[in-house]
Structure formats: C-alpha cells, structure tokens
C-alpha cells in the first residue's frame, strides 16, 4: 500500500517558521489532491490545507488564512506546508493526506495519510 512520509516537525519559538514536507513514493499521487490535517492533545483532528493536483486552487482553514502555505511539486512527488508566524495553539502533530472523495475539509473523506510530524509552538 502506499504511504506517505511527512518530515519537518520540531519545537520552535513562537513567530518563528517551519516548512513541512510530505513525500508520495514513486509519484503516486502526483494526479490527485493532497493537504494536511492536525491534531493537537484532547481534540479531534482537523483540516488545515488541501491543494488541487496541478497546484492552481488550494483551501485552507480560517486560522491559519495569510500564515500558512500550501504548494506542490510533483516532479520531486512531494506537498509541503510552509508555517510562517505560528502561535502555541498550532501544537500538534500535522498528517499528509492524499485522494479525498467529497467533502476536503472532513478526514473522513480522505484514502492515504501519513504517520504524522510533531510541530511544538513554545518559548
């Protein structure tokens, strides 16, 4: 089956940056949409981002509107997340996605998700 490898989570300052990477094996789902979902302690998880297969629409949850960045490259068969500005309330663990059916913002509709990266916000 395939699966996906997110890298790029660590501790960081808050108003400081991260880049999340998410790689798909041998451009699997270079054809489909792909996002990133997170889950902090105690709560379900929840939409971030999803960006369309050629990269030209991308969604994004309401709080993190003009701080993160979704974007693509599928020659290189990855999706990254670029954080800019993070709060403490962005703590959590961030999951790549790929292949929803229907509604983009439910977890449920999406087929592939990748083990997760730990993103920690604090001084």
């Known amino acids: 089956q395939a699966q996906l490898v997110e890298s790029g989570g660590r501790l960081v300052q808050p108003g400081g940056s991260l880049r999340l990477s998410c790689v798909a094996p041998g451009g699997t789902f270079s054809s489909v949409p792909m996002g990133w979902f997170r889950q902090a302690p105690g709560k379900e998880r929840e939409f971030v981002a999803a960006i369309s297969w050629s990269g030209s629409s991308t969604y994004y949850t309401d709080s993190v509107k003009g701080r993160f960045t979704i974007s693509r490259d599928n020659a290189k068969n990855t999706v990254y997340l670029q954080m800019n500005s993070l709060k403490p309330e962005d703590t959590a663990v961030y999951y790549c996605?790929?292949?929803?059916?229907?509604?983009?913002?439910?977890?449920?509709?999406?087929?592939?998700w990748g083990q997760g990266t730990q993103v920690t916000v604090s001084s």
């Open positions: 996605a790929a292949d929803p059916e229907g509604d983009y913002y439910r977890d449920y509709a999406w087929d592939y």
